[in-house]
């Protein structure tokens, strides 16, 4: 047997997205728009304390496209909070407005392909900062799940420590070359969704996405094991832009 990498977890994850009954919302009274908007803001502001407090993280976006009109990517502690958001929120008069299309259960993880020697994790603030992030504000986000191949020869569950980690290493050399562009939160999800990792990305510029998701696909561990879910693209709705998202 191949021996597993070790992985570190942080706070799980729940992607949720969903279509906004548009139908709905238009045969709605201005009464019943107006109480439905202030509930949505009050659980935004809600879900802003929580980060203030550092108890977990929302990143909202709206999605381009017919997959979903907006995703809320909420990080908390454990999975029973996540449970209770979502089920405090489906009970809100905003969300009768909406259809939930898509949800993605993870949770931040970090292996140890490159960890450094001799440092302990629990010690490590900027690793603990990772586990715990801070969503970025940035202006865009795409979200995909993805597995490693276990098929025949590209069976990624079988092949040595060694050779994983040097393909981790390529991986990360191509990141790296674009800090400061692209910020990625790596979720974990075996055992708790369809895929085996969930990827979000998030930048300032979509076309930065494009061109670090292409050149991965030529790096190894991409090209033979990368097996890719559908993508999700947006850009960041502030509490401003999703009251003008369901202005009518
Ligand atoms: C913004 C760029 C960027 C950077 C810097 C980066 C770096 C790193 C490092 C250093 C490490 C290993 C240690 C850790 O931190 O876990 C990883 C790990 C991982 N990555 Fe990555 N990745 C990036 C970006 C990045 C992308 C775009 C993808 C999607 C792949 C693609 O083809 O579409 C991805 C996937 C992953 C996955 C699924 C894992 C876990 C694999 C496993 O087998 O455990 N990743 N990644």
Known sequence: MSEAVQTLEGWYALHDFRLIDWNAWHAATPQERKHATEELNTFLSQWQQVENDKLGSTAVYSIVGQKADFVFMQL????????DLENAFNKSSFAAFTIPVYSYVSIVELSSY????????????????????ILPKAKHICFYPMNKRRDGNDNWYM??????????RSHGMIGRTYAGKVKQIITGSVGLDDWEWGVTLFSEDPLHFKKLVYEMRFDEVSARFG????????????????????QV
């Open 114 to 133: 490159l960890a450094k020697p001799g440092v302990d994790p629990a010690e490590d603030p900027e690793l603990q900062a990772r586990l715990k992030p």
């Open 76 to 83: 908390r502690e454990t999975l029973e909070e996540l449970n």
């Open 159 to 168: 092949l040595p420590a060694e050779d994983r980690k040097t393909m981790m």
């Open 227 to 246: 097996e890719f879910g559908d993508f999700y693209v947006g850009n960041l709705l502030s509490p401003e832009k999703f009251a003008q998202l369901i």
